[in-house]
């Protein structure tokens, strides 16, 4: 078998490593940016009662039409421009990398960053090049992004605003800056929009390569599967040729809208991580000996005493914490281990773990 997968699969396939998730049975879940809460007990009735009436012997509706208003009223996407969802955001980097690819073509993004443009460009025949970020405080290297550029002259450019898993916001004047040099598209991926004030969607028009993408998922909808990309209509009419007919499934249609008509409970719950972004922040900080990084998102990128973050990570996980372990992701990111802003309670436990497990010394 061995020999005929060695002849067939794509050798760039080959090369990858499938993007692992790690099995958190068990344990408090702090390590894939997921909104911790649930729903009101009528709420999840109300809920269910409408998911028992949806038509699954049939096809989904292919424009999903029911979502098309809402979404726009939610994220602030304007009239005139185009509305393209995905299956998960993810689904959308496919669609755009299917679409650009061809021989000497490039995405360009900037690392350390999200892995998925990298693992994406790479299985749909996209060449990748990723230019580091200033490695003190994860911010743009311009002068060196503008020479890239005009160097690779990419295909297509993908920033995330905030950035994951650094979780700051890049400087606005630079990104603007490198939308007018990139010769191609520049998708600024804003998955964190509801835990920051910043966003490039109120910018759709004033380039033409200019597209926002966003997700449902880190705003507390990660189980439906929703992205979405919004851009002039041109390019997106294009874009929707590699999208599967029925990529948005019924349920997920349904159920999106349903939640967008009670919007103002997920906004509650991004709020309130919001304020607990803050108060982990502080206690982080006057831990000694390690650096919690300033965040957009809710996440915080946590960088520990040399050589400690890997039996760290084990000893929280020992303690039934699960956060992500970086070291080893990226030379900019030793040491380093990212938690998700959870509940107060699970915030505290998270706390208390990785105070013991700094206690606990290497042997
Ligand atoms: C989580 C994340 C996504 C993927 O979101 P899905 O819609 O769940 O596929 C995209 N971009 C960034 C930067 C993310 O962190």
């Known amino acids: 078998m ?32 997921e909104n911790p809460y649930g729903w009101p007990e009528g709420m999840k ?157 109120a910018r759709l028009g004033q380039f033409d390569n200019l597209l926002v993408m966003r997700t449902l998922s880190k705003m507390g909808l990660a189980g439906l599967r929703l992205g979405l990309l919004a851009g002039p209509r041109p390019w997106l009419e294009q874009l929707d040729k590699v999208r599967m007919p029925y990529n948005i499934n019924s349920l997920t249609q349904a159920s999106a809208a349903f939640a967008l008509r009670h919007i103002q409970v997920l906004e509650q719950q991004t709020q309130q991580i919001r304020r607990d972004r803050a108060l982990l922040l502080g206690q982080l900080q006057v831990l000694p000996g390690l650096t919690a990084y300033a965040s957009e998102a809710n996440f915080i990128l946590l960088r520990l005493p040399e050589g400690r973050a890997s039996a760290v990570f084990a000893a929280m996980k020992q303690q039934g914490v699960l956060v992500k372990n970086l070291h080893g992701a990226h030379p900019s990111l030793r040491d380093c281990l990212r938690l998700t802003i959870g509940t107060p309670e699970e915030n505290q436990a998270c706390l208390r773990a990785l105070q013991t497990a700094l206690s606990i010394r290497v042997p």
Not at 112 to 120: A, E
Request: proline share 7%; aromatic share 8%; net charge negative.
């Open 2 to 33: 061995h020999h005929l997968i060695d002849h067939w699969i794509r050798p760039e396939l080959r090369a990858l490593s499938a993007y692992q998730v790690a099995d958190a049975r068990g344990l408090i879940k702090l390590d894939a940016m």
């Open 45 to 201: 009735q109300e809920w269910a009662a409408l998911l028992s009436q949806v038509a699954i012997n049939r096809y989904p509706d292919p424009q999903a039409t029911q979502l098309q208003g809402p979404l726009r009223a939610a994220m602030g996407i304007a009239d005139d421009m185009g509305l393209l969802l995905g299956n998960g955001s993810d689904e959308i980097i496919q669609m755009l990398c299917l679409a650009l690819a061809g021989p000497g073509r490039t995405l360009l993004s900037v690392e350390p960053g999200f892995v998925m443009y990298r693992l994406i460009a790479s299985f749909c025949g996209l060449r990748y090049c990723g230019v580091p970020l200033n490695p003190e405080d994860f911010s743009l290297d311009l002068p060196t992004l503008l020479q890239t550029l005009e160097q690779e002259q990419p295909a297509l450019v993908f920033l995330a605003y905030p950035n994951n898993p650094t979780g700051n916001l890049f400087d606005e004047q630079a990104l603007l800056e490198i939308i007018q040099a990139a010769p191609g598209l520049v998708v600024i991926d804003e998955a964190y929009a509801p835990f920051t004030d910043a966003s490039f969607m």
